[in-house]
């Protein structure tokens, strides 16, 4: 049977389990979900049995547990092995949402809910496109499946999970869909993510908030500081200005930048879809460089003192907050952490005191595109689309990527069915069905490709 004859045969189910996956509230940021998270892979677990794997487990980490799951059909025929993870954002601002995140609706053909693309919805393509070629005894190669809890909080356990389980996690080719495609009639594939180096400051003054009046003028202010110190990180042309930021960078070569301009990006939809009317970004570069090819720097948040109603006449007395920056292919994320902390203190004057920690970190990642893996994955979105998919540079992380690569040297395909409107993190997140349908389209093709 044709992948797309089963796909309309069991269509509803397919929907109906996601569904299943969506309603549990699996947010690795807040430990009051710890139920949550078991009951997430729980469900992933016998979803992967029902699917036809000889063997799942959940297994323990130093945090949230990864399930692992695997079917080896013959020792000598390559692995593929599919990473995705069953943790979703937070979903606040709840107020924000048309529809209860964790109760899915469908609407003009989406599905709505927290996860329904990043990346439960996703992942359970994978599932579904195994579920078919076991069932239709199509399967040619081994599959092993390892689904972590934590991507969305840095993946803080993976990479020594990945250490103690060198042999268990042995595989070819790491296939991954958790990233998006240009748009919904141009796929595409990710060859290149960004790292991150994400940190905490803390400027401290006075030992109490004083009042503005007796005090002000002659104390220093920690909000202006903060303030001032933020905006020494970068120039008038939005480069940042810590020494020695760009030195890893390996500069993209002209006829690189030309294939990666051959994705197709219109900058008035682009500001009308986020309600802007004009885009930033570093001097010299077109807005899919800035997002793909260079590192950025950003405030995630900022407070300190009085936000609440009214006037309240203070001197804080301290002042915070969360910056990260997203790093390109050999930046290094410890030593970025490293360069910021002594720039940023440099810039403090004497009678304020610097704080800065790391949250998280991850190495950016880039991939081949004359591999196997790449030429595979081209020609089962050619199939199915009836395009040549585009190879795009991503700015977003996963860095657990660059982790899988570093530890069991096994290379990852990003083969990505998301759009950039499905608001991933942000309320109402949504993924066509069109994409999702798509997706299980799409995937037993690559085994063929891959392993023929
Ligand atoms: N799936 C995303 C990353 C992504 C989305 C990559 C779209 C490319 C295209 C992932 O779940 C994510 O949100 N990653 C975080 C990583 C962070 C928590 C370390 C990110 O990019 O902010
Ligand atoms: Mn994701
Ligand atoms: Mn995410």
Same mark, same amino acid.
């Given at each position: 049977m044709e992948i797309k004859e089963y796909i309309e045969l069991h269509q509803q189910r397919f929907l109906d389990e996601l569904c299943g996956l969506l309603?549990?509230?699996?947010?690795?940021?807040?430990?009051?979900?710890k139920k949550d998270m078991k009951a997430a892979a729980e469900f992933l677990k016998d979803r992967l049995m029902d699917a036809g794997v000889d063997h799942a487990e959940i297994m323990p980490t130093k945090g949230i547990p990864v399930l692992y799951a695997e079917k080896i059909i013959n020792t000598s025929l390559p692995t593929v092995m599919v990473y995705g993870h069953y943790d979703v954002q937070p979903a606040?601002?709840?107020?924000?949402?048309?529809?209860? *995140?964790?109760e899915p609706v469908i609407k003009e053909n989406k599905i709505f809910g927290r996860g329904a693309d990043d990346d439960k919805g996703q992942l359970y393509m994978h599932v579904k496109a195994f579920e078919y070629l076991v069932k239709t005894n199509q399967l040619s190669c081994n599959v092993k499946f390892i689904i972590e809890g934590e991507e969305e909080i840095g993946s803080p356990s993976l990479k020594e999970f990945c250490k103690q389980h060198k042999e268990l996690l042995k595989s070819d080719i790491i296939l991954i869909s958790d990233t998006t495609m240009i748009a919904q009639d141009t796929p595409s594939i990710t060859v290149g993510l960004r790292g991150i180096s994400y940190l905490e400051v803390d400027v401290t003054g006075p030992n109490r908030d004083l009042h503005s009046g007796l005090y002000g003028g002659a104390v220093i202010n920690p909000v202006n500081v903060l303030t001032k110190m933020i905006a020494s990180l970068t120039d008038n042309n939005n480069?940042?200005?810590? *020494?020695?930021?760009?030195?890893d960078i390996i500069l993209v070569d002209e006829e690189e930048r030309k294939q990666l301009s051959r994705a197709p990006f219109n900058s008035e939809t682009f500001k009308k879809s986020i309600d802007v009317d004009e885009i930033g970004g570093e001097?010299?570069?077109?807005t899919l460089e800035h997002i793909g090819l260079r590192p950025s720097l950003d405030v995630n948040g900022i407070w300190g003192g009085y936000t609440g109603e009214g006037a309240k006449t203070i001197i804080p007395s301290s002042a915070h907050a969360k910056i990260s920056m997203r790093l390109v292919p050999n930046q290094n994320s410890m030593n970025i952490d490293k360069i910021f902390t002594e720039y940023f203190k440099s810039l403090a004057p004497k009678g304020v005191k610097v704080n800065v920690r790391s949250l998280h970190g991850g190495e950016g990642y880039l991939a081949p595109l004359d591999s196997k893996a790449y030429h595979a994955a081209s020609k089962a979105l050619e199939k199915t689309f009836g395009k040549v998919p585009v190879p795009i540079r991503s700015g977003?992380?996963?860095p657990v990527v660059a982790d899988f690569e570093q530890v069991l040297g096994v290379k990852s395909i990003l083969m990505g069915f998301g759009?950039?409107?499905?608001a991933i993190h942000s309320p109402n997140e949504n993924f066509p069905l069109y994409n999702f349908y798509k997706g299980i389209e799409t995937i037993p093709w690559f085994y063929k490709y891959f392993t023929a």
């Open positions: 309603r549990i509230p699996s947010v690795s940021a807040n430990p009051g979900h606040d601002p709840v107020e924000l949402w048309n529809s209860d *995140p964790f480069s940042v200005l810590i *020494p020695g930021f760009y030195d001097k010299g570069y077109t977003g992380s996963i759009l950039d409107s499905d």
